[in-house]
């Protein structure tokens, strides 16, 4: 009798545990999707470090990729840029006149442009006009199954396609950085001009003697990984949708949106970085 008790007592304690334990491993299967999309996307950027450094080079296709996503936005990163030095300039103008610190505004522009403004304009314009360009044209030749065709003629569409457009991307987000920052200055320098008829090499002096090394270095080297990551997430979003036509308008959207918030949190990162550097 005490057997048969011991070993009903030993099943149930065993039925338990089974079901405990499958309790555990149900738990975890509602973030499956989620690690399952984190190694898809990690095999995708090792794919393309794989394909950058491979021969054949698709030279032409890259230097295409450049001029649609550097000069093309030349014009639309060159307005907004210069507004917003503009527009920067005179709204910090009216506080440092109340505590009689006018003379610091060129300094205090520049650092503002050069450590923050800058990139995050150019990055923010390029994450709404390049991704959405991008991702939109790949996501439409998937649907359309061009990319398949592409696959089955053996011309390495990944290669042509993706690999292109990332390295790009983070060359030329950097250059439009450089770009945006000096229309602001200007921009900023006519607004105060204006006003306080400065100087030209004395404004000028004061914004290089307020801007260190470390600034420029760290203001350009954060722009490349905005533009990799606006490349990456574009091509990622646009490489992989489904769904038809629908696919196309929410790869879009994806790319923008994944893009804008990824480059908060790079720069996020890059001011800690450079906070303890400094």
Excluded at 223 to 229: L, N
Excluded at 249 to 272: E, H
Aim: glycine letters at 6%; aromatic letters at 12%; one cysteine or more.
């Amino acid at each position: 009798m005490e057997k048969e008790l011991t070993h009903t007592t030993n099943t149930i304690s065993n039925s338990l545990s089974h079901q405990e334990k499958e309790e555990k491993i149900m738990i975890p299967e509602r973030f499956h999707p989620f690690f399952e999309t984190m190694a898809k996307i990690a095999s995708f950027i090792g794919r393309f470090f794989k394909n950058l450094f491979t021969p054949p080079f698709e030279t032409t296709a890259f230097l295409e990729q450049c001029y649609k996503i550097g000069y093309q936005s030349l014009l639309l990163i060159g307005i907004t840029a210069a507004i917003a030095g503009v527009v920067f300039s005179q709204q910090s103008r009216p506080s440092l006149v109340a505590f009689g610190a006018q003379s610091w505004l060129p300094s205090f522009v520049a650092i503002a442009v050069v450590r923050s403004l800058g990139p995050l304009i150019t990055a923010l314009i390029c994450s709404g006009k390049v991704a959405s360009n991008i991702a939109a044209e790949l996501s439409s030749m998937r649907v359309t199954e061009q990319i398949d065709a592409m696959e089955v003629s053996a011309t390495k569409p990944f290669k042509y396609l993706v690999v292109t457009r990332i390295l790009a991307a983070t060359i030329m987000i950097p250059i439009l950085t450089i770009f945006a920052d000096t229309l602001s200055l200007m921009s900023s320098f006519l607004s105060v001009n204006i006003l306080d008829q400065t100087n030209f090499n004395l404004f000028f002096t004061k914004v290089f003697e307020s801007i260190s090394f470390l600034d420029i270095i760290g203001s350009i080297s954060k722009t490349v990984f905005f533009g990799f990551a606006i490349g990456a997430v574009a091509c990622y979003k646009g490489y992989y949708a489904s769904k038809g036509t629908v696919g196309v308008g929410k790869a879009a959207n994806g790319a923008v949106v994944t893009s804008m918030f990824l480059i908060f949190i790079i720069d996020l990162l890059a001011l800690q970085v450079i906070t303890f550097f400094r």
